[in-house]
């Protein structure tokens, strides 16, 4: 899947590689430019970042965006769909360990030794820009906003991880399913989406192995928040009547609690 070369090309020639016509949407138009990387910077600043940017195919459900052990060559925006990261464990299993919407960047665990260390599974049919990183290496020695951005993307990262662990390591099965349930609420408002209303793209199974349940107990919180009238769930589709109950299930009533629900599941 990916499409970017290997090597340090300089911007003008990685550019000069890129087809713009099969650019369909500039960075500069683009809905979700106010969450990902291309956040702050200026009109020319933009300009240039656009043209390093490779509009990708839509991937579809079950498609690999990249698998652990590949080579890294590029990080990747999510415009539209979903995708869930894992790891495989030593006994052969996966274990998940976030999911990806619209907005979000994914492939920054390829940074370190230029392997990725996790694979990248569509959920459902997903469109991404890929942005070849000896392309964003030269944009950030030209342009200091975009490392700032780069850094802060790497930044939310680690305060993601910093969520999980928190949720995995100190939240009874009810707190993890409320917390798991705010995040996505809060990132769906956040795209100009409701957060109310919303499906899930990832199965109960994908859901309790991220959260460290067993598929069951997803089940069973899930029957209870409905038979409380917390909110509906048919199927993946949720519908969450009282948001203020669903915080305090959760957990949620210190600064803390409320940026591990905002961050969580990323």
């Not at 990832?202 to 009238?229: C, F, K, W, Y």
């Amino acid at each position: 899947m990916v499409i970017a070369r290997r090597g340090k090309a300089s911007l003008s020639n990685q550019a000069k590689s890129v087809d713009i016509r099969k650019v369909k949407r500039s960075c500069k138009t683009c809905s979700l430019a106010e969450l990902s990387l291309p956040r702050g910077l200026s009109k020319d600043e933009l300009n240039t970042f656009s043209e390093g940017v490779i509009q990708q195919h839509p991937i579809h459900r079950g498609d690999h965006l990249f698998r652990a052990g590949d080579n890294f060559r590029s990080i990747y925006i999510v415009k539209s769909g979903s995708l869930k990261v894992y790891i495989n464990t030593p006994d052969g299993s996966e274990q998940i360990v976030g999911f990806h919407m619209a907005g979000e960047l994914l492939g920054l665990d390829g940074l370190d030794d230029q392997f990725h260390t996790c694979s990248a599974l569509a959920l459902e049919t997903t469109s991404l820009c890929e942005l070849p990183f000896n392309i964003i290496e030269d944009l950030c020695k030209q342009y200091s906003s975009v490392y700032r951005e780069l850094c802060a993307a790497m930044g939310r990262e680690i305060v993601e991880r910093q969520a999980m662990l928190l949720v995995l390591g100190k939240r009874s099965a009810e707190e993890r399913i409320a917390t798991f349930l705010l995040s996505l609420s809060k990132r769906f408002n956040k795209r100009g989406f409701s957060g109310n209303e919303f499906n899930l793209s990832m199965s109960h199974h994908d859901i309790a192995n991220n959260l460290g349940l067993a598929p069951e107990t997803v089940s069973r919180q899930l029957v209870r928040l409905h038979e409380e009238n917390i909110l509906t769930v048919e199927q993946r589709h949720v519908q969450i009547h009282d948001a203020e109950m669903l915080h305090e299930l959760g957990g949620n009533r210190s600064d803390n609690s409320e940026r591990a629900a905002a961050t969580y599941a990323g």
